[in-house]
């Protein structure tokens, strides 16, 4: 490990752990803020973070990909997000502890690793109090694509889609756009 030696902390320290609902008791947002703490620069190559059950990482969906390769100073700030399900209760209980497995390359180009530990003791507990089951939960996707042709720089652009199903009850769904230069809201200067 890496550590800032005036701090006496690693490169990167865990400032908090927070979590969101998308369906409450099924999925959700865990969001975990980092800040730097050593003066020289580096980048980060690759993040995974590791969860006890009932805990899962939805695989196929990095919110994270855009901060891969990105110059870190001193102070740095990163916020990071990680969509996850709950899966159905295990039988043996586990002791595993959620980890933030970060990988580094700094200046002269030597790769490190940080293990960083999350606090999620207070998701696991209401996980545990809560009496009920996840859903089984079945997933639409859809792809969109712009032509070359349409749209003129600066106006809004429609964007019309049909989800068919044969599901009763609420219908979730996601959009995924292709590619990652799709500006949502905001201002170019």
Same mark, same amino acid.
């Given at each position: 490990?890496?550590?800032?030696?005036?701090?006496?902390?690693?490169?990167?320290?865990?400032?908090?752990?927070? #979590?969101? +609902?998308?369906?409450?008791?099924?999925?959700?947002?865990?969001?975990? %803020?980092?800040?730097?703490?050593?003066?020289? #620069?580096?980048?980060?190559?690759?993040?995974?973070?590791?969860?006890?059950?009932?805990?899962?990482?939805?695989?196929?969906?990095?919110?994270?990909?855009?901060?891969? #390769?990105?110059?870190?100073?001193?102070?740095?700030?990163?916020?990071?997000?990680?969509?996850?399900?709950?899966?159905?209760?295990?039988?043996?209980?586990?002791?595993?502890?959620?980890?933030?497995?970060?990988? $580094?390359?700094?200046? %002269?180009?030597?790769?490190?690793?940080?293990? $960083?530990?999350?606090?999620? %003791?207070?998701?696991?507990?209401?996980?545990?109090?809560?009496?009920?089951?996840?859903?089984?939960?079945? *997933?639409?996707?859809?792809?969109?694509?712009?032509?070359?042709?349409?749209?003129?720089?600066?106006?809004?652009?429609?964007?019309?889609?049909?989800?068919?199903?044969?599901?009763?009850?609420?219908?979730?769904?996601?959009?995924?756009? *292709?590619?990652?230069? +799709?500006?949502?809201?905001?201002?170019?200067?």
């Amino acid at each position: 490990e890496v550590f800032a030696p005036i701090l006496e902390k690693t490169a990167l320290s865990v400032e908090s752990v927070d #979590h969101t +609902w998308l369906i409450q008791g099924e999925r959700l947002l865990i969001s975990v %803020n980092l800040t730097s703490n050593t003066p020289d #620069h580096f980048s980060i190559l690759d993040l995974r973070i590791d969860l006890p059950p009932p805990l899962a990482v939805v695989t196929g969906v990095d919110l994270n990909s855009d901060l891969c #390769h990105c110059s870190v100073s001193d102070g740095d700030q990163i916020a990071l997000t990680f969509e996850c399900t709950v899966k159905a209760a295990q039988s043996s209980s586990s002791t595993e502890d959620a980890m933030l497995q970060v990988k $580094l390359c700094d200046d %002269n180009k030597k790769e490190f690793s940080l293990e $960083l530990p999350l606090d999620l %003791n207070y998701l696991l507990l209401q996980l545990l109090q809560s009496n009920s089951q996840p859903k089984a939960v079945d *997933e639409a996707k859809a792809s969109l694509k712009l032509a070359a042709i349409e749209g003129i720089v600066g106006e809004p652009i429609k964007l019309t889609y049909t989800v068919e199903t044969q599901a009763e009850g609420e219908i979730i769904f996601s959009i995924d756009p *292709e590619g990652t230069n +799709w500006l949502v809201a905001g201002k170019v200067n």
